[in-house]
């Protein structure tokens, strides 16, 4: 694939970038394994520490112009550019004051003498990282290692090499050494040479399920820990008690932000059949009330999608679901007469399991609805999933939703709020939504070696 900036507004080719043969790959990786040797990653934390509060401040003061770069390549809305990027930032900030905290040793209790399990960094990490939160993305997975003193390569999504570039560039002005952070503008196969490679220790991956599949089975061919956060399904379920005007506003923010290209996005819509026609009617009219527009334009509402590709999947996902028996209320079809890659906010109902919608993660702004008659058929419904992602659910009753929100099978579940993220809270899902945490304390504990050591008492 080529590295190229294509405003997804105008679909104007901005850039193509000069793609990394296999010297400067070898380069990358001989820089990053000497400086995981180095003191810079095995001496004091606090030298890292410094580079991640410095980041932190220098992404603070740049909000508008960085903001401005992600929705120009990829199409998000620029308040939600604004607020990944000030996130990002956030992320950086929480690591420079928690991880040290993290990262101390534990004392265990033992006949065998004093024993302590500390955390050490291994080695490279070879990340690979989706689009469509071009900023955050590579924050969740820089900030703890850096932290922790792993050096990180990553191949960025080659529809977002400006972000790419950017990111790296400012990690450099943080004043991170050479091999700390390492863009590079690679080929599927060599994203899997380097895998192979024995100074590589872990493997983090953010992306759809086919991919995942190919990286994880190529880190587990040489023995090496990986991560995946991968697709979801999510519901967002409103139960009969809920404040449904409430619901119906927070439901078309959760399907519609980043053009409903949001791995956490609510996708399934999981309605108790007493509110299910005031939902649908108040959900339908939010969407109805969407502007299409320029990203950079405040007043719009939905912007257009990453991609020409991403369209056309899209539509041709809608196009099987209506073939198989779903009727479309609101919506349906891409935009035509633009030349932008939107597609119009859409609702779907009547999918029935047999209809191939009812697995699929719809990467846009298409809600699925369904109607449930209790709590039980709910959770039957929300568990008959191949992702386990996140979750929402909306009820006064708050006993009622600790119980459901201990039987749904997600990494993540909120009640009477949007899925969400924030660095203090650990991210990441189960079933076919993939392995390990990022953010936390959690999520820093995925590369480190938790080294025992015992002290005996006779010597
Ligand atoms: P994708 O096609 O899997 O791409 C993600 C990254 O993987 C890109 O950098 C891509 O590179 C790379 N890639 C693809 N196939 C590869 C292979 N065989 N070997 C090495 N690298 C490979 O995913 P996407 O469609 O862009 O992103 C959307 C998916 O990501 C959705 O399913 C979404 O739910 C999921 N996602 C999950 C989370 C989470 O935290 N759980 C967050 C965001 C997104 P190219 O760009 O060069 O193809």
């Known amino acids: ?93 929480y690591y420079a004051e928690n991880a040290e905290e993290f990262l101390k040793p534990v004392s265990y209790k033992s006949n065998l003498g004093e024993a302590w399990v500390e955390h050490s960094p291994i080695g490279v990490i070879m990340a690979v990282e989706p689009w469509n939160f071009p900023f955050y993305q590579l924050i969740r997975v820089l900030a703890p290692n850096l932290a922790s003193g792993n050096s990180v390569l990553v191949k960025h999504a080659s529809i977002v090499p400006h972000s790419a570039e950017t990111f790296e560039k400012l990690i450099t002005e943080a004043g991170a050494p050479k091999g700390a952070y390492t863009n590079l503008f690679i080929s599927q196969d060599q994203v899997s040479a380097i895998i192979d490679d024995d100074r590589v220790q872990g493997v983090a991956l953010t992306g759809s399920e086919k991919a995942g599949a190919v990286v994880a089975s190529r880190a587990a061919g040489k023995l090496k820990k990986s991560t995946l956060e991968l697709g979801g399904n999510d519901i967002f379920a409103v139960l009969e008690d809920a404040d449904i005007d409430h619901a119906a506003k927070v439901g078309a923010q959760a399907r519609v932000a980043n053009a409903g290209q949001v791995c956490t996005a609510a996708k399934r819509f999981i309605i108790h059949e007493k509110v299910a026609d005031e939902f649908l009617k108040k959900f339908t009219q939010h969407f109805k009330e969407l502007k299409i527009g320029d990203p950079l334009d405040e007043k719009t509402t939905l912007g257009p999608l990453s991609s020409a590709d991403a369209v056309n999947t899209l539509t041709k996902q809608v196009k099987e679901a209506v073939k198989h028996g779903a009727k479309v209320l609101v919506g349906g079809e891409p935009v035509s007469n633009n030349p932008g890659n939107f597609f119009e906010a859409t609702v779907l109902t009547g999918i029935t399991r047999d209809n191939p919608a009812y697995f699929e993660e719809f990467f846009g702004p298409v809600a699925q609805v369904y109607v449930v008659k209790n709590d039980e058929e709910l959770v039957k419904l929300a568990n008959d999933s191949h992702y386990g992602l996140g979750g929402a659910l909306f009820t006064r009753d708050l006993t009622r939703a600790r119980k459901l929100a201990s039987k749904i099978e997600t990494g993540m579940i909120y009640v009477n709020s949007l899925t969400n993220t924030a660095p203090e809270l650990p991210f990441g899902g189960v079933k076919r939504s993939g392995f390990g945490r990022e953010l936390s304390d959690l999520g820093i504990k995925e590369f480190v070696n938790q080294k025992l050591v015992v002290l005996a008492e006779k010597s």
């Open 1 to 93: 694939m080529p590295y190229q900036t294509i405003n997804p507004f105008n679909n104007k080719l901005i850039k193509e970038y000069q793609t990394h043969n296999d010297r400067h790959v070898e380069q990358a990786l001989e820089t990053a394994h000497q400086l995981y040797k180095s003191d810079w990653a095995q001496g004091d934390i606090k030298q890292r520490l410094n580079v991640l509060h410095k980041l932190s401040d220098i992404i603070s003061s740049r909000v508008e112009e960085l903001a401005k770069g992600i929705s120009i390549e990829m199409g998000k809305l620029i308040e939600q550019s604004r607020a990944e990027v000030q996130l990002t930032a956030d992320i950086a900030k």
